[in-house]
């Protein structure tokens, strides 16, 4: 009987544990001295809180570089429309360099705890959506953290060449709100998101999503 208890207590610890709301820092902790969005700063930050995720924007420059910004605009410049030089030689705010997915990847990779939660970013055609996808999914892979990296994205084309390109089980979250838990999970994704306004025009959602 005692043994039987103790099994219960630590099945009801395992499951309250993987229930337990998850804390992910938006493009890394950046709200401290020195910091600011999307840094390498912002992202040790965040592994220092031991969170479960840190979350960064990826956008393609005009030569193909993949960065960590949150765009569409670096300082007085397009990202997408400029080449990586132009906006590497620009400090972000709080001096430092504009990071690359790489960089962002390496400094991840010293975190056993703080999962990288990529949002990749709306592109402006179909097919540089599709090569941006692969490529990100491409170097992941090569840096052997394809198990520690997880994606968000607004584009509908996004999750669904995530979901068409990635390995099995990888976890893809729907940001735009447009379409119903059915729907999202029929379509692969693992995650949705809706804003305020929305749960308040579909309160059935809300249990759908349950």
Same mark, same amino acid.
């Given at each position: 009987?005692?043994?039987?208890?103790?099994?219960?207590?630590?099945?009801?610890?395992?499951?309250?544990?993987?229930?337990?709301?998850?804390?992910?820092?938006?493009?890394?902790?950046? %709200?401290?001295?020195? /910091?600011?969005?999307?840094?390498?700063?912002?992202?040790?930050?965040?592994?220092?809180?031991?969170?479960?995720? /840190?979350?960064?924007?990826?956008?393609?420059?005009?030569?193909?570089?993949?960065?960590?910004?949150?765009?569409?605009?670096?300082?007085?410049?397009?990202?997408?429309?400029?080449?990586?030089?132009?906006?590497?030689?620009?400090?972000?705010?709080?001096?430092?360099?504009?990071?690359?997915?790489?960089?962002?990847?390496?400094? %991840?990779?010293?975190?056993?705890?703080?999962?990288?939660?990529?949002?990749?970013? /709306?592109?402006?055609?179909?097919?540089?959506?599709?090569?941006?996808?692969?490529?990100?999914?491409?170097?992941?892979?090569?840096?052997? +953290?394809?198990?520690?990296?997880?994606?968000?994205?607004?584009?509908?084309?996004?999750?669904?060449?995530?979901?068409?390109? %990635?390995?099995?089980?990888?976890?893809?979250?729907?940001?735009?709100?447009?379409?119903?838990?059915?729907?999202?999970?029929?379509?692969?994704?693992?995650?949705?998101?809706?804003?305020?306004?929305? +749960?308040?025009?579909?309160?059935?959602?809300?249990?759908? /999503?349950?």
């Amino acid at each position: 009987m005692k043994r039987f208890i103790t099994l219960a207590m630590c099945l009801f610890v395992s499951v309250a544990t993987y229930a337990q709301t998850q804390v992910i820092a938006h493009r890394g902790y950046h %709200a401290t001295k020195n /910091s600011y969005d999307n840094t390498i700063s912002s992202l040790i930050n965040a592994q220092k809180l031991k969170v479960y995720g /840190s979350e960064v924007d990826i956008n393609e420059t005009k030569d193909g570089k993949l960065v960590a910004v949150h765009g569409p605009n670096h300082q007085n410049y397009n990202v997408q429309n400029t080449d990586f030089a132009v906006l590497r030689a620009t400090p972000v705010h709080n001096g430092e360099k504009l990071p690359t997915l790489e960089e962002y990847l390496l400094q %991840a990779k010293k975190s056993k705890k703080t999962k990288l939660i990529i949002e990749i970013k /709306s592109h402006n055609t179909p097919e540089r959506e599709t090569r941006v996808v692969k490529k990100i999914l491409d170097e992941v892979k090569r840096l052997k +953290m394809t198990k520690h990296v997880e994606y968000i994205a607004f584009s509908k084309h996004v999750c669904d060449e995530v979901v068409k390109y %990635a390995p099995k089980k990888t976890k893809i979250a729907y940001l735009n709100g447009d379409l119903t838990p059915q729907q999202c999970k029929e379509n692969g994704y693992t995650g949705i998101d809706y804003n305020f306004g929305t +749960m308040k025009k579909h309160p059935e959602w809300i249990q759908q /999503s349950h």
